[in-house]
């Protein structure tokens, strides 16, 4: 099997059966997203899940920033490592589906926790004088090259970053690509690699996750 072909159904029932449970309330609202939405394949998923909530609850942020809210899955799994008093920013601008992700947003623990805004996430970047210990982005890739470098002012000493997407179904293998998105993914990898401010690896779970460590 080729690196970039889907994975069987049956090792990814293996993958899932030898990894944390996902809490009963993601599981609902997953299989409401695959119910209700039109692009289902959006959401983070199971396996990311459980990676976005290590992550979080080793780095224990006190803020959190994600730009691309969509259903609210992979918000919920950030969350699970916010410290106490602290707060999880998240942006969108689908107003037709935010009654999915503010409907589980109040059913979770996090609902005091959770700031979630329609809002443009490059004018928010513009805006905000808060800075960020963890940042998650999964959204429109062809913003990703002004989310990088936007996010930078915005960042607290050793935040981590996390760009989903990043392997594009193989498509950054492409020379000469035509497809824009394709062309600002490889820029963004090769931007991430080359900056020294900071360590980076490219984790290749589902699509790609590229991670990032300011030093």
């Known amino acids: ?68 809210t969509f259903t609210g899955y992979a918000t919920l799994c950030l969350a699970e490592g916010l410290m106490q008093d602290g707060l999880l920013t998240t942006l969108d601008i689908n107003e037709e589906l935010a009654y999915l992700p503010k409907k589980y947003f109040a059913a979770s623990d996090y609902a005091a926790r959770i700031d979630f805004r329609l809002q443009n996430a490059l004018e928010f970047l513009d805006q905000t004088q808060e800075v960020f210990d963890l940042v998650f982005i999964d959204a429109d890739k062809e913003n990703y090259l002004q989310y990088f470098e936007k996010i930078k002012r915005v960042l607290s000493p050793g935040a981590m970053v996390l760009f989903d997407n990043v392997l594009w179904y193989g498509k950054v293998l492409e020379e000469n690509p035509k497809q824009k998105s394709t062309q600002v993914i490889q820029e963004l990898n090769k931007k991430i690699t080359e900056d020294p401010d900071f360590e980076n690896l490219i984790l290749p779970l589902r699509d790609g996750v590229h991670l990032l460590l300011k030093k």
């Open 1 to 68: 099997m080729s690196f970039f072909e889907e994975l069987s159904p049956e090792m990814d029932r293996y993958l899932e059966n030898n990894c944390s449970q996902e809490p009963e309330l993601l599981r609902k609202l997953r299989r409401e997203t695959f119910q209700k939405t039109t692009q289902p394949h959006m959401i983070s998923g199971y396996q990311q899940g459980r990676l976005l909530s290590v992550i979080s609850k080793l780095k224990q942020p006190k803020r959190i920033l994600e730009i691309g």
